[in-house]
């Protein structure tokens, strides 16, 4: 039996946990489903800019910052990313999306080898004051750090609602994978919005790699762990929606939580798979989808 507390305790952690597993999915919630590129290294971005974080924190700048600073630079790497992408691949033909896989999955292999030639493969952290400490509410201990992860997710949702719903590229990022000659008659380029798209994605996945060396240490292998989590979020979620995102994160989050506290440490990890292809069987444009 799961005591009231326990189980309480379970239901808070798995909210704070799921506004982190949504912080590191938003950026595959545009790229995949937004803009219907497979963007397997979706997860090994994640790290690396994890790491970029754990470099500029050595120079005694704080995570948050670190993440906010290498904003810029994933952006323009996104762009050039999807760039090589479009000119080899999916402006070649139909079946872009089995080679892309294929590509993404070279790029993810590449991040990982380079991480582990230039860091090793030993766990990296990062210090800061939010770091190690908790908040007390009675009995129970709240990490500052899951509290971090909690306003940056609800921010980064909040933004990004208000850019695809307010600015002129908003609009057209939501219709470019469904209509994009459509797009053509009313001056924008197609493939340039995608371009913007996937730099906007690759930059929100380095405020998710920041949160991430914020959360736990990291090491260059960690993607295969959040791969399986962030796709299972963007899929629940229904594909392209940034609030279902939100959602679908916290509602894994709980579920794993519940699992860990009733079942143990060894079934929480199988949850996000289990989830994923609950969805796919039952409701394959998932929570929220288009």
């Known amino acids: 039996m799961v005591s009231i507390d326990l189980l309480i305790e379970g239901l808070v952690f798995g909210v704070l946990v799921g506004c982190f597993y949504a912080a590191v999915s938003i950026g595959l919630s545009i790229a995949f489903g937004l803009l219907d590129v497979p963007h397997i290294a979706h997860a090994s971005f994640l790290v690396l800019a994890a790491y970029m974080t754990f470099l500029l924190g050595s120079f005694g700048i704080d995570p948050l910052l670190a993440g906010a600073l290498i904003l810029i630079p994933f952006f323009f790497l996104g762009a050039a990313v999807y760039r090589f992408y479009y000119e080899a691949f999916e402006k070649r033909g139909t079946d872009a999306g089995v080679r892309g896989i294929a590509f993404f999955f070279g790029i993810a292999f590449i991040v990982q080898v380079v991480l582990s030639l230039v860091f090793g493969l030993d766990q990296q952290s990062v210090s800061a004051p939010y770091i190690g400490s908790s908040l007390a509410l009675g009995e129970m ?147 929220f989808g288009r």
């Open 141 to 287: 201990r709240i990490p500052w750090r899951l509290i971090v992860a909690l306003v940056v997710a609800v921010g980064l949702v909040l933004s990004l609602n208000l850019y695809l719903s307010r600015t002129f590229r908003g609009p057209a990022i939501r219709a470019v994978a469904q209509d994009p000659w459509a797009l053509k008659v009313i001056g924008a380029n197609p493939v340039l919005t995608k371009q913007w798209a996937f730099g906007l994605a690759t930059a929100a996945t380095a405020v998710g790699g920041a949160l991430l060396i914020i959360v736990s240490p990291v090491e260059p292998s960690l993607d295969r762990v959040y791969i399986g989590r962030t796709f299972c979020v963007v899929v629940l979620a229904g594909l392209g929606s940034m609030n279902g995102t939100l959602i679908a994160g916290i509602l894994l989050g709980v579920m794993e939580s519940l699992v860990l506290t009733a079942l143990g440490a060894s079934w929480a990890p199988a949850v996000a798979f289990g989830l994923l292809l609950l969805v796919l069987g039952l409701r394959p444009q998932g929570l």
